[in-house]
């Protein structure tokens, strides 16, 4: 089978028009970290559409408002939170406004991400690195632990749930990503150690993997890759895509929604677990 962007495209319409939402989230709270274009902006608008009301939080005003009008136009409620997650007092400011405005919070997707610098790993600029890691595992560490209160007390017992945005780079051992999988397998750890600790609370938290998402960041990654090797933006997606059991790359809705699964009582027995979203493309062993 030929695998081109073209088909990717055919192939998520087919997903989209056989996807009808349901209200897995009806009533919920949840604060979503990091909202910006592709997941961000995906989860954002699929929680919405599932029922949830959302906290949304970044640094930039606009683009929090934009999107908490996507949220209100599917019917749910938007609380626009401006925030250095890498601030304490702004991340304590943050589970105050939150709790004000909803009385309850149910889920933390801490999606927030900073690019590491990519040189190997023997090379890297340790500031560059600690600044990455800032957002990449301190802040997740923080937000998780400033709102398990609010999260044990959830109304929907047996509690709330957070969930960890990692990366499939912690499968691959490429020297130009070892400062992303640092990142990346530092927070899995993380979210385990989280999971052993906030369990007996009730608090469940979970990881989701995604690969390559073929949204706008990726889409503009692949014309450069293909500009600087001479081939076309379909060659390379075909090599992306390759290694995959489906032949394809994930929709960031289709990232979002497996995201989301983990935040719904669906998973209500679900802890400690990394789930990848890779079209098929690592197994576990």
């Excluded at 009808?20 to 961000?40: F, H, N, R």
């Excluded at 959302?54 to 930039?60: E, G």
């Excluded at 933390?108 to 900073?114: S, V």
């Excluded at 929907?156 to 990503?177: A, H, R, T």
């Amino acid at each position: 089978m030929t695998t081109t962007a073209a088909a990717h495209e055919a192939a998520a319409t087919l997903v989209e028009a056989a996807y009808t939402p349901a209200p897995l989230l009806q009533d919920k709270v949840i604060v979503l970290s990091g909202v910006g274009p592709g997941l961000g902006r995906a989860l954002g608008e699929e929680a919405a559409q599932m029922g949830a009301d959302l906290v949304l939080v970044s640094r930039t005003e606009k683009r929090l408002e934009k999107m908490a009008e996507v949220v209100r136009a599917h019917g749910r409620r938007a609380l626009v939170v401006p925030t250095d997650i890498t601030d304490e007092a702004s991340r304590a400011r943050l589970v105050e406004r939150s709790l004000e405005e909803f009385g309850r919070v149910d889920c933390l997707l801490n999606n927030a991400f900073g690019i590491p610098p990519m040189d190997p790993i023997s090379t890297l600029d340790l500031d560059a690195l600690r600044a990455a890691n800032e957002t990449n595992v301190f802040a997740p560490l923080r937000l998780s632990a400033l709102f398990a209160d609010a999260l044990a007390a959830s109304p929907d017992k047996p509690g709330g749930s957070i969930v960890m945005l990692n990366s499939c780079v912690q499968y691959s051992s490429e020297p130009e990503y070892s400062g992303y999988k640092l990142s990346k397998g530092t927070l899995a750890h993380l979210a385990s150690s989280l999971a052993t600790e906030l369990g007996p609370r009730g608090i469940r938290v979970n990881s989701v993997a995604p690969s390559y998402i073929y949204e706008d960041v990726n889409k503009s990654y692949f014309d450069w890759i293909a500009s600087e090797s001479g081939r076309t933006h379909d060659e390379v997606y075909a090599e992306k895509a390759a290694p995959t059991d489906l032949k394809r790359l994930a929709s960031p809705q289709e990232v979002a929604r497996a995201t989301l699964f983990l935040a719904s009582d669906l998973a209500s027995a679900v802890t400690g677990t990394m789930l990848n979203v890779d079209c098929g493309e690592f197994h576990d062993n």
